[in-house]
């Protein structure tokens, strides 16, 4: 107390300033209504600022939950993207009202993520509670990036594109010609479409998409471009180094692709196998 004390006495005199000039400030404001306005208008501009940078900290705060929202509205989209048919070279086809496609999407998030070994796997935030099984496709909003390998009630871990053990059945999409989608295990931002026919016509940066013979991903979901072209000197087939379009170090919100009929399609195929000849 006594030091805010001799802190009033020492600084009276340019208090009493202070004081004074306000109070003139006051009455020429007051009394003037030029300076009345200009004041008005200090006072909102200051008022205007300072809201600015309060919603900007509620912004900042609240990007997780707008992240969500996104993500909800992405896997509606990706949804309907799915389950529209494909109209070029096909007749219109109606369904009957009500009628559900025949993919699910789940959404989810990765919360561990490797990259730098032979075999790598990420673990995401959704499981068989949420929906999630075995064999499920899952991309992001680039495209492919791995298929569900293990589910626990909450969490599931997926084997990466960027595994020697990846396999997926791949096209170019300009002219349906097929290959093997693979891993060599060099770099992360490529793979590799190997075993594409000697006939295929194809030419740097061409698109490459998923097939039509998967029951696990729907057709021309995107996987990346031609970077280079090899042709294997024995079959004379072509192996085509694929830029992914995903970084696959940088794995975020993805999605879970089900195929309600999946299990049908294979059993299907299973019964119509040729026997085995002895």
Same mark, same amino acid.
């Given at each position: 107390?006594?030091?805010?004390?001799?802190?009033?006495?020492?600084?009276?005199?340019?208090?009493?300033?202070?004081?004074?000039?306000?109070?003139?400030?006051?009455?020429?404001?007051?009394?003037?209504? =030029?300076?009345?306005?200009?004041?008005?208008?200090?006072?909102?501009?200051?008022?205007?600022?300072?809201?600015?940078?309060?919603?900007?900290?509620?912004?900042?705060?609240?990007?997780?939950?707008?992240?969500?929202?996104?993500? $909800?509205?992405?896997?509606?989209?990706?949804?309907?993207?799915?389950?529209?048919?494909?109209?070029?070279?096909?007749?219109?086809?109606?369904?009957?009202?009500?009628?559900?496609?025949? =993919?699910?999407?789940?959404?989810?998030?990765?919360?561990?993520?490797? =990259?730098?070994?032979?075999?790598?796997?990420?673990?995401?935030?959704?499981?068989?509670?949420?929906?999630?099984?075995?064999?499920?496709?899952?991309?992001?909003?680039?495209?492919?990036?791995?298929?569900?390998?293990?589910?626990?009630? $909450? =969490?599931?871990?997926?084997?990466?594109?960027?595994?020697?053990?990846?396999?997926?059945?791949?096209?170019?999409?300009?002219?349906? $010609?097929?290959?093997?989608?693979?891993?060599?295990?060099?770099?992360?931002?490529?793979?590799?479409?190997?075993?594409?026919?000697?006939?295929?016509?194809?030419?740097?940066?061409?698109?490459?998409?998923?097939?039509?013979?998967?029951?696990?991903?729907?057709?021309?979901?995107?996987?990346?471009?031609?970077?280079?072209?090899?042709?294997?000197?024995?079959?004379?087939?072509?192996?085509?180094?694929?830029?992914?379009?995903?970084?696959?170090?940088?794995?975020?919100?993805?999605?879970?692709?089900?195929?309600? $009929?999946?299990?049908?399609?294979?059993?299907?195929?299973?019964?119509?196998?040729?026997?085995?000849?002895?």
């Amino acid at each position: 107390m006594q030091q805010i004390i001799n802190f009033l006495l020492k600084n009276s005199i340019n208090l009493l300033f202070l004081l004074l000039l306000g109070i003139s400030l006051t009455f020429t404001i007051q009394s003037h209504s =030029y300076h009345r306005s200009l004041a008005v208008s200090s006072a909102n501009s200051v008022t205007g600022y300072t809201y600015e940078k309060i919603n900007e900290v509620e912004s900042y705060f609240s990007l997780r939950e707008q992240n969500d929202r996104l993500s $909800h509205e992405n896997a509606a989209l990706k949804r309907m993207l799915f389950n529209t048919q494909d109209t070029v070279n096909k007749p219109p086809l109606t369904l009957p009202e009500n009628t559900p496609g025949n =993919y699910k999407v789940y959404e989810a998030k990765v919360i561990k993520n490797s =990259y730098s070994s032979q075999e790598n796997y990420f673990t995401i935030n959704a499981g068989t509670a949420e929906g999630v099984k075995e064999d499920m496709g899952v991309v992001s909003s680039q495209g492919v990036i791995g298929v569900v390998e293990k589910t626990s009630a $909450h =969490y599931s871990t997926v084997i990466s594109i960027l595994n020697r053990k990846f396999r997926l059945g791949a096209k170019i999409k300009k002219n349906d $010609h097929f290959g093997t989608l693979t891993w060599n295990g060099k770099s992360t931002g490529f793979a590799q479409l190997i075993d594409v026919p000697r006939i295929a016509s194809f030419a740097k940066g061409d698109t490459i998409v998923t097939g039509n013979e998967s029951t696990i991903f729907p057709e021309n979901i995107p996987i990346g471009t031609v970077e280079t072209i090899y042709r294997d000197k024995v079959t004379q087939n072509f192996t085509l180094e694929v830029r992914l379009f995903n970084d696959m170090t940088s794995l975020g919100y993805i999605y879970i692709i089900e195929n309600k $009929h999946k299990e049908e399609i294979e059993q299907l195929q299973e019964e119509t196998k040729p026997e085995e000849q002895h």
